[in-house]
């Protein structure tokens, strides 16, 4: 969409509403600090956990109740750095090489979510990489 992620609704509002699609072929991506770096948690619904962008969809949708792919970037390492500057901050060589990783296996987890349905791509695409489980060290960026 040509508008601020965190005006996100203004724009999905009015593509479903134009191209006629219900809420259960829309899929809405975003980052998410709560979740360790490169872990995807796909959900049927749920709440916006302060998200601006899903506040935004929410408000337009009128409904909570619309698919989710959370896609995490971690939180900042240095405690009170705004996380505005996390979001918007350059990734480490390191987290760039496990970015195309991810997005890989994002990919993978959509594909899997539009032919085989929601319950099979969260089972099996939904946690940390399969190579990269909690406690493997990476280097963040400060």
């Avoid at 005006?7 to 979740?35: E, K, M, N």
């Avoid at 009170?80 to 991810?102: N, Y």
């Amino acid at each position: 969409p040509q508008t601020f992620m965190n005006a996100s609704g203004q724009a999905v509002r009015p593509v479903l509403d134009y191209y006629r699609i219900g809420l259960d072929r829309l899929l809405v991506v975003v980052d998410d600090a709560d979740l360790p770096f490169g872990e995807l948690r796909l959900r049927p619904g749920g709440g916006t956990a302060g998200h601006h962008g899903l506040e935004s969809v929410t408000q337009h949708l009128g409904t909570m109740q619309y698919p989710r792919l959370r896609i995490g970037i971690g939180r900042p390492p240095t405690e009170g750095r705004e996380i505005t500057g996390w979001v918007l901050s350059d990734f480490t060589p390191a987290e760039a090489q496990r970015l195309e990783k991810v997005l890989t296996r994002a990919s993978q987890q959509v594909e899997c979510w539009v032919l085989e349905g929601i319950d099979a791509a969260m089972s099996r695409f939904n946690g940390p990489l399969p190579d990269e489980y909690p406690g493997n060290h990476v280097e963040l960026r400060t």
